[in-house]
């Protein structure tokens, strides 16, 4: 592979710095996505040597998602690599929440997924190289809504991504994590607080998992051995038995307003 050059979406928090982070220190120069550019800046700022770029846009928005696809079919500097780690929830469940809130979270979750994740797959696939991962939920397997609908969507697309990219040479992951310490949930404006503590992963361990997993040829990456044997009981379960172990475990709540 030529080009060692990365898109990471999402790149200014959470789960997308930590990836963002994990491919330098695995030789790979990132182009980071997101909306804001001095948090982007103070990203570039920490990360090892490299010829590290920030790209402003909000991929919850058209023109955003342009933007990426722009960056992705130059062939002046060629990407080889994609993470779509951007994501967004929402307070309130469906259909108690404004409207506008669930199509924005449709946009960002899915549609920019979908789009960026079909140009990449277009452009590696041409070259016969290059990796696409995708960020999921453990929440497709035991949530109801349309956060875990999307999410859901992410892995079943993802997978059959993944199958019709392999005799091209494209190696195509579906990340999984559990519930993660990030400024996710403060976002989303939900109360996690009520979280079993033993559940909660860093950002490092879910991004570590997700590049060994990928080098290591496989196709889902679920970080931590509790999950893996978490998502290996309940999918067996109906789903209001799934949801029933999700709110013994880990109760979840519209933040209160201060």
Same mark, same amino acid.
């Given at each position: ?18 990836? %963002? ?35 402003? %846009? ?80 453990? %929440? ?8 875990? %609908? ?109």
């Amino acid at each position: 592979m030529t080009s060692r050059r990365m898109v990471v979406t999402g790149a200014s928090s959470g789960i997308g710095r930590a990836l %963002a982070v994990e491919g330098t220190l695995r030789g790979w120069d990132i182009v980071l996505v997101g909306r804001d550019r001095d948090r982007l800046n103070s990203v570039v700022s920490s990360l090892p040597p490299g010829d590290h770029e920030v790209l402003v %846009a909000d991929l919850s928005h058209r023109e955003g998602i342009d933007i990426v696809v722009a960056r992705l079919r130059d062939e002046a500097l060629p990407c080889a690599g994609i993470i779509n780690a951007a994501g967004m929830g929402t307070t309130y469940s469906y259909p108690f929440g404004p409207l506008d809130d669930e199509k924005l979270m449709l946009t960002l979750n899915v549609e920019a997924v979908l789009e960026l994740s079909h140009v990449a797959a277009e452009v590696f696939c041409l070259r016969g190289s290059g990796v696409i991962m995708n960020v999921s939920s453990t %929440a497709t397997y035991w949530s109801a809504g349309t956060y875990a %609908a999307s999410k859901a969507w992410v892995l079943a697309a993802t997978q059959g991504l993944a199958v019709q990219c392999k005799s091209h040479g494209v190696r195509v992951l579906t990340l999984i994590p559990g519930f993660t310490r990030t400024e996710f949930h403060e976002q989303s404006g939900i109360d996690a607080s009520g979280v079993r503590p033993w559940m909660w992963l860093s950002t490092g361990e879910v991004a570590r998992a997700a590049f060994a997993d990928l080098e290591l040829g496989r196709s889902v990456s679920i970080p931590g051995w509790r999950y893996r044997l978490l998502v290996g009981t309940v999918r067996h379960l109906p789903p209001t038995g799934r949801s029933r172990v999700l709110r013994w475990l880990a109760p979840l709540a519209p933040r209160a307003a201060e």
